[in-house]
C-alpha cells in the first residue's frame, strides 16, 4: 500500500459514488440513455447518420444497461466512476515516476478532488473514460522514455487508438507528447519509437474519421473561443475564482520548481496543460472545438502541475496550501451533486408529468429532444401522444425522429382536451422560436387555457386544458 496509486483509487471511487444520482440527467446524458435501450440495428442506423464519433461509448453504455437491466442515473454513471478512479491512480502513478511518491499522491488526491472531476465522474458520457486513457498513454510516454522499451510504445499506440475512438478530438494529446518529447530529447530510437507509435494510434483512427467527418453539422453549434470563457472555464475547473487563482498560483509554482529537470513534472505537465488547445487553434478556421468537456482530458496535466507546486512548499506552508485549497473546494464539491447542478432539471420535468398526466393527454416537446428521456426516467408520462412527431426516432432509425406536417398537429390539438407543452433548455435562438410556433399551434387550436405551470433548471412545464364540456371531434 506504499504506492500512492492505490490510496488515490479508494478515496477517488468514494468520492465519485458520493452523490451519484444527486443531479438530473441532461441532454446528452439523455441521448446516452435513449441509446443504450436501442436494438444494435436502430443505433447502428442512427450512428451512420449522427454521433458516429460516439458510437464506442454508445456500445459500452448498451451493454452496462442490458447488464442491470435498466438505463438509469447510477447505472449509466457507473463506468464514468471506474473511468475517473482509474485516472486518478494513473495519475499518482505518473507523478510517482516523475516526481516521488509526494508528487504521485498529491496529484491523484487533487484530482480526485477537482469540482470538474465530480461533474464527468457523475455524467454518463465517454469524457471520463477518454480523461483515463489519456493518463495510461502519458504514463506509457514516460516509461517509455525513461525505460527506452519499445514494448511501452507498442501499448503507447493501442491506448492512443482507443482513445481516438472514443473522442478523435483526444488526439490532440499527441502535440502534447511531441513537445514533451523535444523538452526531454530521449535516444534517437526511443524518439523513432515514440514516432511509430503515434503515427500507428492516429491511423488507426482514419475509418472512423473517414465516417465522422460529414457528420461534422452536429458540433457547428460550437462557439470561438474567447479570454472571457478561458476563465469561466478556469473557475469551473477549481469551482470558484479564488480557488482557480490558488491553483494557477501552485501550477507556476510547480513548473518553476521542476524547471530544471529534463525528464520532470514540468516537461509532461505543462505540455499537457497547453499543446492540446494550441493544437485545436490550427483547426479553428475549419471548425471551432474549443468545449470544455472536449478538453477534459487535459485536467490531470493541471492537477499534476499543482502536486509538484504543492510538494515544492516547505512543510508548514504545503500543510497550510492544502488545507486551503480543500477549503475551498469543498463547497464547490458539495455544490456539483446537488439536484440542479447540471445545466437542465429533467428528471424533475419528467416526474411532473408521470405524477400528473392522465389518460388521453397529448404532449408537445420544445425542442424535439426531449422525447428521448423517457428511456431514463420510464413512468406513464412516456404514454402521452407527441402531436408533432410522424416517426418515433427508433423507427425512423434517427436522433429525434421525424416531424408531422402542420395540418396533422392541428387535427391532433383540435380532437384533444389536455395537452402538455414541455420546453427544456435555454429559450435562445432555435428553441424559443420553436417554443413560440408551438405555442401559437395551441392557441389556433381554440378553447386551450393554462391551466399548470411548473418551472425547474432548465426546464418549463405548462398544461393547457379545455373546459368541460368542450366539443371534442
Known amino acids: 500500500m506504499r504506492h500512492p496509486s492505490f490510496a488515490c483509487a479508494i478515496i477517488a471511487f468514494c468520492l465519485g459514488l458520493w452523490g451519484l444520482t444527486g ?14 435501450t436501442r436494438s444494435t440495428r436502430q443505433m447502428m442506423t442512427m450512428l451512420s447518420q449522427v454521433d458516429a464519433v460516439h458510437g464506442l461509448y454508445y456500445l459500452i453504455a448498451k451493454g452496462v444497461a442490458e447488464l442491470a437491466g435498466q438505463a438509469g442515473e447510477a447505472v449509466l454513471r457507473l463506468p464514468s466512476v471506474v473511468a475517473i478512479t482509474a485516472a486518478c491512480a494513473g495519475l499518482a502513478a505518473v507523478g510517482y515516476r516523475l516526481g516521488g511518491r509526494g508528487v504521485g499522491l ?25 480523461a483515463m486513457l489519456a493518463v495510461a498513454a502519458t504514463w506509457l510516454l514516460v516509461r517509455g522514455i525513461q525505460d527506452g ?6 501499448g503507447y499506440a493501442l491506448v492512443l487508438a482507443l482513445m481516438g475512438a472514443f473522442n478523435l478530438v483526444a488526439l490532440s494529446l499527441v502535440a502534447a507528447h511531441a513537445v514533451t518529447m523535444l523538452w526531454t530529447r530521449p535516444a534517437r530510437r526511443t524518439a ?7 503515427a500507428a494510434g492516429g491511423l488507426a483512427t482514419l475509418p472512423l474519421v473517414l465516417i465522422a467527418y460529414p457528420q461534422k453539422g452536429a458540433v457547428a453549434f460550437v462557439p470561438a473561443p474567447a479570454l472571457r470563457g478561458l476563465w469561466t472555464a478556469m473557475c469551473g475547473l477549481a469551482g470558484s475564482a479564488v480557488g482557480a487563482v490558488a491553483l494557477v498560483a501552485l501550477i507556476g509554482a510547480g513548473v518553476w520548481h521542476d524547471r530544471g529537470r529534463k525528464v520532470g513534472v514540468a516537461a509532461v505537465a505543462l505540455p499537457w496543460m497547453v499543446a492540446p488547445s494550441v493544437a485545436l487553434l490550427a483547426v479553428l ?3 471551432s472545438l474549443f468545449l470544455p468537456r472536449y478538453l477534459f482530458f487535459c485536467v490531470p496535466g493541471w492537477a499534476l502541475a499543482a502536486a509538484m507546486g504543492i510538494v515544492s512548499l516547505r512543510p508548514a506552508p504545503r500543510v497550510a496550501a492544502f488545507a486551503g485549497l480543500a477549503a475551498l473546494l469543498v463547497p464547490a464539491n458539495v455544490a456539483a451533486r446537488a439536484n440542479d447542478a447540471k445545466p437542465m432539471d429533467v428528471r424533475a420535468a419528467a416526474d411532473v408529468l408521470n405524477r400528473h398526466a392522465r389518460a388521453g393527454d397529448l404532449i408537445v416537446y420544445v425542442p424535439r429532444w426531449p422525447r428521448l428521456m423517457w428511456a431514463a426516467y420510464p413512468g406513464p408520462g412516456s404514454r402521452l401522444r407527441d402531436v408533432t412527431m410522424r416517426k418515433s426516432p427508433r423507427r425512423a432509425g434517427t436522433l429525434v425522429g421525424l416531424d408531422a406536417r402542420t395540418t396533422k398537429v392541428a387535427e391532433r390539438l383540435d380532437a384533444g382536451r389536455r395537452v402538455w407543452l414541455l420546453r427544456i433548455g435555454d429559450p435562445s435562438g432555435e428553441v424559443e422560436r420553436l417554443q413560440r410556433i ?36
Request: charged share 20%; no cysteine; proline share 8%.
Open 23 to 36: 443531479p438530473s440527467m441532461w441532454v446528452d446524458e439523455v441521448v446516452t440513455a435513449d441509446l443504450a
Open 106 to 130: 498529491a496529484a491523484g488526491l487533487l484530482f480526485a478532488a477537482l469540482p470538474v472531476a465530480a461533474q464527468y465522474a457523475h455524467e454518463a458520457r465517454s469524457y471520463p473514460l477518454v
Open 149 to 154: 522499451g519499445r514494448r511501452w510504445f507498442a
Open 192 to 198: 523513432l519509437a515514440w514516432l511509430a507509435a503515434a
Open 285 to 287: 478556421p475549419f471548425q
Open 438 to 473: 408551438r405555442r401559437e399551434q395551441i392557441r389556433a387550436a381554440g378553447g386551450y387555457a393554462v391551466a399548470g405551470r411548473w418551472r425547474f433548471t432548465g426546464a418549463r412545464v405548462t398544461l393547457f386544458e379545455r373546459p368541460i364540456p368542450w366539443p371534442v371531434r
